[in-house]
């Protein structure tokens, strides 16, 4: 604790240096971890990839409302059959290191997620990429394995970025330390822990952006450390904002709250390979002993809902089914059914350490021991969660069993809503399946849908995908959060996406 207490004070310390240091048009974000990567391929949580946009422009991208907008691109022609899509490309743009954005650039990138000896996170996004070609300096061509009705959504992803071919060639897997993109801004200092900051493109290929002469990301994991920066000026946005912290930011005169629906699940996954979580009627126990509405109050501050399905009610193709209700008699009778009539001990790791997070497992510990499940908490770090879920080889070697973890489908759509967390082939270290969950009506029914553009036959599909995931219960399904975002009156034209992604692309301080 006293350590902690010691760590919080160097990051206040910190953020008031930088704050003294940083010119009038350099904007300070406070975010709420640390940094993973600046790899977007290689990233799985959402900040990295948000503050990755620095540097980092893909084909295609989504607006405030979710809407694909293209980027790099000009347009796109799919074939007939859904296996070819033949793109244009915007002509003149530049990299940081001053070569030209062409088709080739493109090849460079996808050749490269798509070689799974490269062992990119992102390589399950895009697998069924079969080839990619560069037809003339403007224009590439993508052949899929199988068609894909949503594979321009897909591209518009934000782990879909264009790296400096160079860059990749010469720095290989340590290209995250080396950002080189088309983007808007260029690396002037990094540590994963500390600090990212970055300075303005002077070439940037869109006259008059960015608008900022900067920006400094600093990871604050202390909900109030970071809300104070925010009301002392040593910070221009906190991001995302405390749920406590609201009422009393809302009666700041210099700070702005914006609270926006989101596309953000909150959910516990169960190691169903692991005892007692193979069985179904422990894992309805589990879920059955949580109290959602509770949750949602004592660790959102009332600004999240109970999960009513699967992937909340903003993804297209969401299925509504719930929420599973509170009924710790029932938990306990299912874990007498089950087995385990004394309960059983287990742990419970959260793949967040901010305070928000703390305060969920902490909730979840509590819930859970009054049905007879003691859990043993820990709020991983960074590093450990790479360490110790993401990257574990082989799925016996998992120590995970109880995971607290969130998403949001940055596509827009259902597809990756599930397929990344619940499919077959996204067991970790593939992507996103720490529950090491597997049912072939789900898979089979996950290609299904992607094979047809008919919209009815695609929500019969997905809504049989969900009921059965439902059913088989590898997650708690906990909440859907709410974003909120607070930032000072000075700025204008930072946005939170309902992804939890951000755009930052006009941001000015006034």
């Known amino acids: 604790m006293k350590?902690?207490?010691?760590?919080?004070?160097?990051?206040?310390?910190?953020?008031?240096?930088?704050?003294?240091?940083?010119?009038?048009?350099?904007?300070?974000?406070?975010?709420?971890?640390?940094?993973?990567?600046l790899d977007p391929y290689d990233a799985s949580d959402t900040l990295s990839q948000a503050v990755a946009k620095s540097f980092y422009e893909g084909l295609y991208g989504f607006d405030r409302n979710m809407k694909r907008i293209p980027v790099l691109a000009e347009s796109a022609e799919p074939s007939a059959d859904g296996l070819v899509y033949t793109i244009k490309l915007k002509q003149?743009?530049?990299?940081?290191?001053g070569t030209e954005f062409t088709a080739e650039a493109v090849k460079a990138n996808f050749d490269r997620v798509t070689d799974p000896k490269n062992g990119l996170k992102r390589y399950s996004l895009y697998s069924n990429i079969a080839k990619t070609e560069a037809l003339d300096p403007y224009t590439v061509r993508f052949t899929l394995k199988r068609p894909f009705s949503a594979f321009l959504n897909q591209l518009a992803h934000p782990s879909g970025v264009m790296i400096c071919p160079s860059a990749i060639e010469k720095w290989g897997g340590k290209v995250a330390f080396h950002p080189c993109g088309t983007g808007p801004y260029t690396l002037k200092d990094y540590n994963p822990s500390e600090i990212l900051h970055v300075v303005k493109n002077p070439n940037y290929r869109v006259a008059g952006l960015p608008k900022l002469d900067g920006i400094v990301w600093k990871p604050v994991v202390e909900n109030s450390t970071r809300a104070a920066m925010l009301r002392t000026g040593e910070a221009h946005f906190a991001m995302s904002l405390p749920p406590e912290q609201v009422k009393l930011?809302?009666?700041?005169?210099?700070?702005?709250?914006?609270?926006?629906?989101?596309?953000?699940?909150?959910?516990?996954?169960?190691?169903?390979?692991?005892?007692?979580?193979?069985?179904?009627?422990?894992?309805?126990?589990?879920?059955?002993?949580?109290?959602?509405?509770?949750?949602?109050?004592?660790?959102?501050?009332?600004?999240?809902?109970?999960?009513?399905?699967?992937?909340?009610?903003?993804?297209?193709?969401?299925?509504?089914?719930?929420p599973w209700p509170y009924d710790p008699k029932k938990a306990r009778e299912l874990l007498k059914e089950a087995g385990y009539p004394n309960g059983f001990r287990a742990k419970l790791w959260s793949a967040y350490n901010h305070t928000t997070a703390n305060k969920v497992i902490q909730f979840l510990q509590q819930q859970l021991a009054q049905v007879g499940i003691k859990c043993d908490i820990q709020a991983l770090e960074a590093g450990q969660r790479v360490a110790l879920v993401e990257d574990v080889k082989d799925?016996?070697?998992?120590?995970?069993?109880?995971?607290?973890?969130?998403?949001?489908?940055?596509?827009?759509?259902?597809?990756?809503?599930?397929?990344?967390?619940?499919?077959?082939?996204?067991?970790?270290?593939?992507?996103?399946?720490?529950?090491?969950?597997?049912n072939k009506t789900v898979d089979d029914g996950l290609m299904e849908a992607l094979s047809t553009t008919d919209e009815k036959k695609k929500q019969a599909i997905y809504d049989n995908v969900q009921k059965t995931i439902w059913q088989d219960a590898p997650w708690a399904f906990l909440v859907d959060e709410m974003n909120l975002s607070a930032y000072s009156k000075k700025l204008t034209g930072f946005y939170t996406l309902p992804d939890a992604n951000i755009d930052f692309y006009e941001a000015e301080l006034k």
């Open 92 to 97: 003149g743009v530049k990299f940081h290191d």
């Open 3 to 37: 350590y902690a207490r010691i760590r919080t004070l160097a990051a206040v310390l910190a953020g008031l240096a930088i704050g003294a240091q940083a010119c009038a048009e350099e904007l300070i974000v406070a975010v709420q971890s640390t940094f993973t990567t």
């Open 395 to 438: 799925p016996k070697d998992a120590q995970v069993e109880l995971y607290y973890i969130g998403w949001s489908s940055s596509t827009g759509e259902l597809d990756w809503a599930v397929r990344p967390l619940l499919a077959t082939e996204s067991w970790a270290p593939n992507a996103g399946n720490t529950a090491y969950y597997s």
């Open 249 to 322: 930011l809302e009666k700041e005169g210099s700070v702005t709250i914006e609270k926006t629906p989101s596309i953000i699940t909150r959910y516990l996954s169960m190691n169903v390979l692991k005892k007692p979580f193979d069985n179904v009627k422990v894992r309805e126990a589990v879920n059955y002993a949580i109290n959602k509405e509770a949750l949602a109050k004592v660790a959102f501050s009332g600004y999240a809902t109970p999960a009513t399905g699967v992937a909340p009610a903003g993804v297209a193709f969401a299925t509504k089914l719930g």
